[in-house]
């Protein structure tokens, strides 16, 4: 079991740009960051197995870079350009396997979770 703390979520102007943390008790091969907006879905946002290896859904790609610490034990999603729509609740996934796979993006292929933090885009 992997306990995981997000932080670093905040209101920012489209356009504009936030930094969101998140510790890890151990260290997992794969971590992942999902947003869920109100009334949606839990969605992938971006996933990572190793320094070289990360995973972006289309509607991030460019604008968002996840990535790691020398430790592995603390994940980042630095996020530009944000967007009224970028708004959810962003929450941190560790797993073993789970950046590899095909469907990453879901929610059930990942074991343990953050608390989640906020984001809010304002236009």
């Known amino acids: 079991q992997v306990q995981l703390v997000e932080s670093g979520g905040g209101s920012v102007q489209a356009g504009g740009s936030l930094r969101l943390s998140c510790t890890a008790s151990?260290?997992?091969?794969?971590m992942g960051w999902f947003r869920q907006a109100p009334g949606k879905e839990r969605e992938g946002v971006a996933a990572?197995?190793?320094?070289?290896?990360?995973v972006y859904a289309d509607s991030v790609k460019g604008r968002f870079i996840i990535s790691r610490d020398d430790s592995g034990e603390t994940l980042y999603l630095q996020m530009n350009s944000l967007k009224p729509e970028d708004t959810a609740m962003y929450y941190c996934?560790?797993?073993?396997?789970?950046?590899?796979?095909?469907?990453?993006?879901?929610?059930?292929?990942?074991?343990?979770w953050g608390q989640g933090t906020q984001v809010t885009v304002s236009s």
């Open positions: 151990v260290y997992a091969n794969s």
């Open positions: 990572i197995g190793t320094d070289i290896f990360t």
């Open positions: 996934a560790a797993d073993s396997t789970a950046a590899w796979k095909a469907d990453w993006n879901l929610q059930s292929r990942w074991n343990n």
